[in-house]
Structures are given as structure tokens and as C-alpha cells.
């Protein structure tokens, strides 16, 4: 064989090999990729999911947030209203026609008497607790009680009602600490009818 057949087979031969190396490594890439295609896909895939669940949890957290605000609002509204009734229903006693509103004051002070020698402290525009209605309550208290009823020299700080006082003791009987029991102990039950829903 002659040098340019050797040199012209290896050439052939080494062609062949660069043919079947680049084959090879072609396959290889294609592989590759395809494999890069599919973990691509699977990442997309993966992201979209995770962003539907972030778009989700954030939407859920806004929607939690609404609700709880929502709920404060209707609380302080309902708050509002029973203040509301409370202070209707305060101002309604406070101008109740005399007879009504004098019989009330004297089922209270009935009920408050202790000994009946106290002293009765009204507020500074009371004019219907007065000296003669606390004389026709004496009378009324019956065997017992001193029968000794008398209005206090000084005013007390209060819309309606009054305050009976004994020496350091004090039962407060005011339209206002009247209807802070009364929202006090009936405030749930009242609320369960305003506002059943």
C-alpha cells in the first residue's frame, strides 16, 4: 500500500470516527435536552402551582382579613346601638309625666330604706323628689322604720333618681347606676334578640 492509500485511510477512518462521535454526542444533546425539556416543563408546571397557591393563601388571607374587619365593624355597631337603647331608655325615665316616674322613684326608695332616718341626695334639676313626696313615702314605710326621710342639703352629680344616704353609706339608686345593672345583667340576652341573625 502506498503512502497516500494509508494516509487517505486513515483519514477515512478517521472521519468515520468523528462521524460516529459526533452521532453519538448529537444523541447525547438530544437526550439531554429532551430530559432538560421535561424538568423545564415539571419546574413550570411547579411554579404555576406554587403561585396558584400563593395567589390562593394570599387571596384566603385577605378574605380572613375582610371577615375580621367586617366583624369588628358589626360589633361596634351593635356596641353603638345597645349604648343607644341604654341612653333612650335612661333620658325616656328621666322624662317620664311626674305620677308615673314618682311611683317608680318610690318603689326604689321602698326598697332601699334600711332604717328610714336616710337622707335622700337628688340631682341638681330634680324638682319631683322633694320634701313632699319624701313626707307621703314616710308615711308609707309602716311599722318599723323611723319614718324619718329627709332630703339632703347638698346635690349630688346625677340626671335622675337619687342617692339614700346614712352616715358613710351609700346606696345609689341614680337612673344612671339603675340601668348599668340592668345592661349589666340582661346586656347577652338582650343583644341575642337584637341581633339574631
Given at each position: ?18 462521524q ?5 454526542a ?129 346635690k ?27 345592661r ?14
Open positions: 500500500m502506498k503512502a497516500e492509500q494509508v494516509v487517505e485511510k486513515i483519514l477515512s477512518e478517521g472521519r468515520q470516527e468523528a460516529r462521535i459526533l452521532s453519538e448529537q444523541a447525547k444533546v438530544r437526550q439531554r435536552r429532551s430530559v432538560l425539556d421535561e424538568e423545564l416543563k415539571a419546574f413550570e408546571q411547579e411554579t404555576e402551582q406554587m403561585a396558584r397557591q400563593a395567589a390562593e393563601d394570599k387571596q384566603a388571607r385577605m378574605l380572613a382579613a375582610a371577615r375580621m374587619d367586617l366583624r369588628k365593624k358589626i360589633l361596634a355597631a351593635k356596641a353603638d346601638l345597645l349604648r343607644e337603647v341604654f341612653e333612650t331608655a335612661r333620658r325616656r325615665i328621666n322624662t317620664m309625666a311626674d305620677g308615673p316616674y314618682l311611683e317608680l322613684m318610690g318603689r326604689l326608695l321602698m326598697q332601699a330604706v334600711v332604717t328610714g332616718d336616710e337622707e335622700v341626695l337628688v340631682g341638681k334639676n330634680e324638682t319631683r323628689i322633694n320634701p313632699e313626696f319624701l313626707k307621703q313615702i314616710n308615711k308609707r314605710l309602716g311599722p318599723g322604720y323611723k319614718g324619718n326621710l329627709r332630703p339632703a342639703a347638698e349630688a352629680d346625677i340626671d335622675g333618681g337619687f342617692i339614700l344616704r346614712r352616715g358613710k353609706v351609700q346606696v345609689n339608686c341614680s337612673t344612671e347606676v339603675l340601668l348599668e345593672q340592668i349589666q345583667q340582661t346586656e347577652m340576652e338582650l343583644a341575642a334578640k337584637l341581633f339574631a341573625d
